[in-house]
């Protein structure tokens, strides 16, 4: 399974500058060389994705309080960690990506490993989180029978937590060297054997709710062996040279990146997650966390998209930096945000289209239906607004920006935003409405505003000088 030659030869072929031409020729270049990564980003993280909306499906045709369980502990519980985790491991979208552009392969394979170490530690201080679920969540103020079948599940759900740790450095390691094909088609397999698995559980075997969360832990795991296996197995002949004593150096400088990555996108990712909260201090708490959770199910299958491009223009962006190439990182930027936008139209007026036919995929109860059609246009407009703001964030992760960009969300997100909400849907009683409408108004479009400004005022050539001179501190 050797590939030293045609695989490697393809990907550094995509990291060349275009060779002249006209606009539209550079444009369709960039497009080529974007769509390369995004394109298997977007299926193979949809693909995970669908993996929670099927737990969420089948836990939802168990009964409301089961949907309410599920939705509780996967977006609350699973959701702190995920956001913590999942962002700890974007530190390596910076240094694989910056050190694969700078041909330093030797480095990516023990970023991986030092990724691991870190991502390991962090799971076992997060674990208690998960141990105590249901006093958490009625001291959040959750009803005590919501609160107790979450916390249930949460304990079945720490197979799934430790998995976070190994397999998104993975990912990441192989997004970074542009081999996202593989990431695709493990993930298709991945969500072939979910649906099956949880089918089994829960109408064949009837393990009700556990039985929905086990089938989750185990697709979680195999999509890591599934990953790993091609790796270690003559996936990665060039960045990948065993188990190296070396992982253990420099952890420091590591450990620093990762938490800075980690504030960044888990300020983002917890930020939703105040919204399920907070629906509990509303009248009829139970619909309202359904209602919001299938538009949150919904914009968190269509918030793949941007993501992938988030992925994709960090490797992008970090590629080039890596490289030594300024302006073919401030090209690549404009032209996913572009690409992102038009896609985030579309959703948009097909949300808008079908306001009152969605919710069907997760639930019949005509209550729950009713409260998501009147939120179909706030959905829109947030599925149109995170169409942009992934793209910048993005950005700033290919570019090491990550300490900055977590001041901003710190202030957008929580200075601004959730107290607006709160203001408008509890004090001014305008309800989920309110307090969504506030949140997505007052924080996710502020910081989209101020990350929007500092990408277009950066000197892209100096940021490439400043990524050779750090890649070399920290390798």
């Known amino acids: 399974m050797k ?4 695989e490697e030869g393809l990907n550094h072929a995509l990291l060349q500058p275009p060779a002249g031409g006209d606009a539209k020729s550079r444009f369709w270049i960039e497009s080529k060389k974007l769509w390369y990564i995004v394109g298997p980003s977007i299926f193979s993280r949809v693909a995970t994705f669908t993996m929670n909306v099927v737990t969420q499906a089948f836990a939802g045709h168990l009964g409301d309080l089961e ?15 995920f956001g913590l985790i999942l962002g700890m491991a974007s530190a390596l979208e910076t240094l694989c990506g910056q050190a694969f552009g700078a041909k330093r392969y030797n480095m990516i394979g023990i970023y991986m490993q030092r990724s691991w170490i870190v991502l390991l530690l962090c799971c076992i201080v997060t674990l208690p989180l998960y141990i105590y679920a249901t006093p958490i969540l009625k001291l959040l103020g959750q009803s005590d029978e919501v609160a107790e079948l979450s916390g249930k599940a949460a304990i079945w759900l720490i197979p799934q937590h430790f998995s976070f740790a190994f397999l998104f450095p993975v990912q990441r390691f192989l997004q970074s060297q542009l081999k996202t094909p593989v990431l695709a088609w493990v993930s298709l397999v991945i969500l072939g054997i979910h649906i099956l698995i949880t089918w089994l559980f829960t109408s064949v075997f009837e393990f009700g709710i556990v039985g929905t969360v086990v089938a989750l832990d185990i697709s979680w795991w195999l999509n890591f062996v599934g990953l790993f296996a091609y790796t270690v197995y003559g996936g990665c002949p060039l960045t990948w040279n065993g188990f190296s004593m070396e992982a253990f150096s420099g952890l420091w400088e590591f450990v620093k990146l990762s ?3 980690g504030v960044m996108l888990c300020l983002e990712n917890w930020y939703y997650r105040i919204l399920i909260l907070m629906t509990a201090f509303l009248k009829n708490a139970t619909v309202a966390v359904d209602a919001v959770s299938i538009c949150m199910n919904i914009n968190g299958w269509e918030m793949m998209i941007p993501l992938a491009f ?6 992008r962006v970090s590629n080039e930096l890596g490289a030594g190439n300024g302006h073919g990182a401030k090209y690549a930027t404009v032209v996913a945000i572009l690409h992102s936008s038009v896609i985030g139209l579309v959703f948009c007026v097909l949300i808008v289209t079908f306001h009152d036919k969605f919710a069907l995929i997760f639930s019949s109860s005509t209550v729950v239906l009713e409260a998501v059609d009147t939120m179909a246009w706030l959905l829109a407009f947030t599925i149109l607004l995170n169409s942009i703001q992934p793209v910048i964030s993005g950005v700033a992760v290919g570019s090491g920006w990550q300490s900055w960009v977590a001041y901003i969300n710190l202030g957008s997100y929580y200075l601004v935003g959730v107290p607006l909400g709160v203001v408008l849907g509890l004090v001014f009683h305008l309800g989920v409405e309110g307090i969504w409408g506030g949140m997505i108004f007052g924080g996710t479009a502020l910081q989209t505003i101020i990350l929007g400004l500092l990408t277009i005022r950066c000197d892209w050539e100096k940021e490439a000088q400043k990524a050779a001179a750090k890649y070399s501190t920290l390798s």
């Open 310 to 315: 988030f992925a994709g223009i960090g490797v």
């Open 67 to 81: 949907l309410a369980a599920i939705t509780i502990s996967t977006g609350v519980i699973v959701g702190f960690n």
């Open 3 to 6: 590939n030293t030659g045609g």
């Open 259 to 261: 938490a800075a990555s």
